[in-house]
Structure formats: structure tokens, C-alpha cells
């Protein structure tokens, strides 16, 4: 049932160029996405005045590219919310917002929770889902699936790119209807977005290298995750994966805000991973990491090929192929899926059943 793989983790990783064709097909035109179980009407859409987009761990990592997208393509103001907190903010919504849930399995208890009471303050509710038939599902107004298959091992990693693709669909979506964004410059999304499963294929083609450095994190006790944007956010899930699998303490920061407190924690014994994908904040990204360099870090850089200055800052970089920024995220998180994989391998932990933690969290 692992198909030749050790791990259902592993299997997962190398499943994702399919499941990110599978979550495109049909929705794409030329300049158009098409959203064919979504029942909003352009009018609607035009009518909103505010996007709460809430879920749990990876899926709200998903949801913090979502804001950044759905903003500068729509225009629509957008608040990320953890869904254990979302309900107890007194948020405000109407009949103007929009809640969009992400679940994976479409049955955690506080992302179900926020549904409900996102409904019953009258907004309007989309859930971004890999179930069909789950609670979510069900009792959302409108759903879009994530083709993803289903996944088995505990840390998430084909849900979350498709749950990315999901982003970009809706993002695209949201400004089509609201005239924010020209057909042109939607086709020109469009039209990189169907390179995607092709090029995340070659990524997990560097599996080897990333597998042999994997082996110099073995005894590292802390690690640090920088970028900027939406690198950022990305930086959220690779520490994420990393604690949750290997159980390393990771912590990921925001690459310019390490001066205001907790540059003194980088040493030669914290590994930095820097990612350099955007590229309107590239340079400050690279003065962000000779600033750990400084300090002794070993500093691995992900950056897209061409950019070439990156590597005279970093002790090892990985190269990704050239995309629209807003869709390096799906790139960028396969090194470090792979790294946390490879990490918890060499260190003897159980890869797909983490300890203490559970696919499916159904209580609060
Ligand atoms: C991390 C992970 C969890 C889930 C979270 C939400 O690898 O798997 O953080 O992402 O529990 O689960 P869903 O998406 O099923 O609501």
C-alpha cells in the first residue's frame, strides 16, 4: 500500500505533481478559472466587503499565502485566523464576509466550530476541503475540493500544496468577478500555474542532495526558518514539519524582524534556512542572511535558478525553476518536506505517527 515507498510520507511528497494536475484539471481556461461548484454569483462577489480565512496547523499555513493572494489579486481585505482562536474574538462578520474554512480532513472540531458559528453570524461560508462528504463539506455554502487522494501519514504535505493551489484558484476567482485583475495578467497565472506539476516534479528530482545534507542535522538541537512574504509563510510549514517529525526545535521568523530580539539566538550550531523566492523583497532577504552569516550559521538558501548572488551568502543552495511569485510557495515547501523527512529518518523517529499526534483532531 506504500507503493515501493518506506513511508506513507514519502509517497505522499512524491504524489504531489499528480495531485496538484488532478486539483487543476477542468477548473482552468485560457484567461478563466472556473469554479464550477462555487453557487456565488459575480454580483456577490463584488458585494464583499471582507475575507476571514480560518483553519488549524498546515492548512492555516495554506490560508496565510490565501490572504496575500486574494488581497492584491481581489482587492478584498483578509484576516487569517487560527481556528481555536477565531470564535472567541467576537469577529466581526456579516452578510458582506466571507469565511473560508481549510481542512484536509474536513472534520477537525474547531475549524467544524468555526463554520458553524461563521454561519450563524451570516456570512458567507467556503470550505476548501480534501474529503468528500466530510462535515465541512457538508454543511458549507459553497466547497472546493483539493484532488489530493488520501493522505495517510500524520505530517501534512500533498494537502497542503494543493490546499496553495486552492488558494490560487479562489484568488483568481475572487478578482475575475471583481474586475481586479485583466484577463491578461490572469492568463499569465493560468499559464504558469499548468507548469506547476512539471517543475515540482524536478524539484523532488534534488531529493538525493537534500537527503545527504539531511544527514548533518542529526544531533541539532534548534534551527531557525527565514524569508520575507510569502517565503515566510512557507518558513512557517518547513518548521513545522521539521518539529513534528523529528522532533528539532524550529522556529521560523519573519527575515527582517531577527534584529529586533532574537538574532542572539543564531550560532554556528543553529542551521538557517533562507528562502529567497519573492523576488520585490529579494535583496533585503540576502542582507537578512549575511546578517546570520555573520553569525556563525550554517545557512541553506532556497532561491529560484538565475538568481545567482544568493550562494555567496549560504553555505548550500537549492535551486528552484522560475515561476510567478505567488506560486513559488507550492515549489519552495517540497526541499523542505524532503529535508524534514530525511531528518527524521536519520534520526530514528516513527516518520508517519509522530508521537502525541493525531491525523484527524475531532476534539477542541
Ligand atoms: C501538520 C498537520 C496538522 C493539520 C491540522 C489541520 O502536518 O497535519 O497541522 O494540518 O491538524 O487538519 P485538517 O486540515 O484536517 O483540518
Given at each position: 500500500e506504500k507503493g515501493g515507498y518506506d513511508h506513507f510520507m514519502l509517497k505522499e511528497i512524491y504524489e504531489q505533481p499528480k495531485a496538484l494536475r488532478d486539483t487543476?484539471?477542468?477548473?482552468?481556461?485560457?484567461?478563466?478559472?472556473?469554479?464550477?461548484?462555487f453557487k456565488l454569483s459575480a454580483e456577490e462577489v463584488k458585494d464583499l466587503h471582507k475575507v476571514f480565512i480560518v483553519a488549524c496547523g498546515t492548512a492555516w499555513h495554506a490560508g496565510l499565502v490565501g490572504k496575500t493572494l486574494i488581497e492584491r489579486w481581489a482587492r478584498i481585505p483578509v484576516e487569517v485566523d487560527i481556528a481555536s482562536e477565531f470564535r472567541y474574538r467576537s469577529p466581526l462578520i456579516d452578510k458582506h464576509t466571507m469565511v473560508v474554512v481549510i481542512s484536509q480532513s474536513g472534520e477537525t472540531a474547531d475549524t467544524l466550530a468555526a463554520l458553524?458559528?461563521?454561519?450563524k453570524l451570516g456570512a458567507r461560508v467556503v470550505?476548501?476541503?480534501n474529503v468528500v462528504g466530510s462535515s465541512v463539506s457538508r454543511e458549507a455554502h459553497d466547497v472546493i475540493y483539493t484532488w489530493a487522494g488520501p493522505e495517510i501519514a500524520v505530517a501534512s504535505t500533498k494537502a497542503y500544496t494543493t490546499q496553495l493551489?486552492?488558494?490560487?484558484?479562489?484568488?483568481?476567482?475572487?478578482?475575475?468577478?471583481?474586475?481586479?485583475?485583466?484577463?491578461?495578467?490572469?492568463?499569465q497565472v493560468i499559464t504558469a500555474l499548468k507548469e506547476i506539476p512539471t517543475q515540482a516534479q524536478e524539484v523532488l528530482e534534488q531529493a538525493k542532495d537534500i537527503e545527504d545534507f539531511a544527514q548533518s542535522f542529526v544531533d541539532v538541537e534548534d534551527t531557525f526558518f527565514i524569508g520575507r512574504s510569502l517565503d515566510w509563510n512557507v518558513a512557517m510549514e518547513g518548521a513545522l514539519?521539521?518539529?513534528?517529525?523529528?522532533?528539532?526545535h524550529a522556529e521560523?521568523?519573519?527575515?527582517?524582524?531577527?534584529?529586533?530580539g532574537t538574532l542572539a539566538l543564531i550560532t554556528e550550531q543553529?542551521?538557517?534556512?533562507?528562502?529567497?523566492?519573492?523576488?520585490?523583497?529579494?535583496?533585503?532577504?540576502?542582507?537578512n542572511v549575511k546578517e546570520v552569516k555573520a553569525r556563525d550559521a550554517k545557512v541553506i538558501g532556497i532561491t529560484f535558478q538565475g538568481n545567482k548572488d544568493l550562494a555567496k551568502s549560504v553555505d548550500h543552495v537549492i535551486y528552484l525553476p522560475k515561476t510567478v511569485v505567488e506560486l513559488a510557495p507550492i515549489l519552495t515547501v517540497i526541499p523542505l518536506q524532503l529535508l524534514s523527512y530525511y531528518v527524521s529518518v536519520a534520526r530514528g523517529c516513527d516518520v508517519d505517527?509522530?508521537?502525541?499526534?493525531?491525523?484527524?483532531?475531532?476534539?477542541e
Open positions: 487543476m484539471a477542468s477548473r482552468l481556461g485560457e484567461q478563466e478559472v472556473i469554479l464550477q461548484e458553524r458559528e461563521a454561519k470550505a476548501v476541503t493551489e486552492g488558494m490560487v484558484l479562489l484568488g483568481l476567482y475572487l478578482a475575475q468577478a471583481r474586475g481586479t485583475m485583466s484577463p491578461e495578467k490572469i492568463g514539519k521539521l518539529k513534528e517529525i523529528s522532533y528539532i521560523a521568523y519573519a527575515a527582517g524582524e531577527l534584529k529586533h543553529t542551521p538557517v534556512i533562507a528562502i529567497a523566492t519573492q523576488m520585490d523583497v529579494y535583496d533585503k532577504t540576502v542582507s505517527k509522530p508521537r502525541n499526534l493525531a491525523k484527524s483532531v475531532t476534539v
